[in-house]
């Protein structure tokens, strides 16, 4: 499986940016699709996720201003966000887990998630 992730940008406070990842290869035996952001000095974090029955979760931080979504043939996931903010800044990374079950933290660790796209840049500025 292969990940593209497009559409980082520059943007002011308060803007709105829509990431993209296109997905190839072969899927199927991919449950979950994510994404994940790394802030500079930071460890990366979960943003979104969601699963093949369209279980959408998403990190505190973002919940009521980003949205997750893939198009119906399961092969382009987005990220729309709106109301960004400075601390959003970071490099964001699309990902695809197998893992079917999940108890505990909204996110499987990184060692769960098979795939994972090279990111693309997010900077917010004040």
């Known amino acids: 499986v292969h990940l593209v992730e497009s559409g980082g940008d520059s943007v002011q406070a308060g803007g709105s940016l829509t990431l993209s990842c296109v997905a190839s290869?072969?899927?199927?035996?991919?449950?979950?699709m994510g994404w994940f952001r790394q802030a500079p000095g930071k460890e990366r974090e979960g943003v979104a996720r969601?699963?093949?029955?369209?279980?959408?979760r998403y990190a505190d931080s973002v919940k009521g201003r980003f949205t997750i979504s893939q198009d119906n043939d399961k092969i382009t996931l987005y990220l729309q966000m709106n109301n960004l903010k400075p601390e959003d800044t970071g490099m964001y990374y699309c990902?695809?887990?197998?893992?079917?079950?999940?108890?505990?933290?909204?996110?499987?660790?990184?060692?769960?998630?098979?795939?994972w796209g090279q990111g693309t840049q997010v900077t917010v500025s004040s």
């Open positions: 990902a695809a887990s197998s893992v079917r079950s999940w108890v505990g933290s909204v996110f499987p660790p990184e060692y769960e998630w098979n795939y």
């Open positions: 969601i699963d093949k029955e369209g279980s959408r």
């Open positions: 290869g072969y899927t199927n035996g991919q449950y979950l």
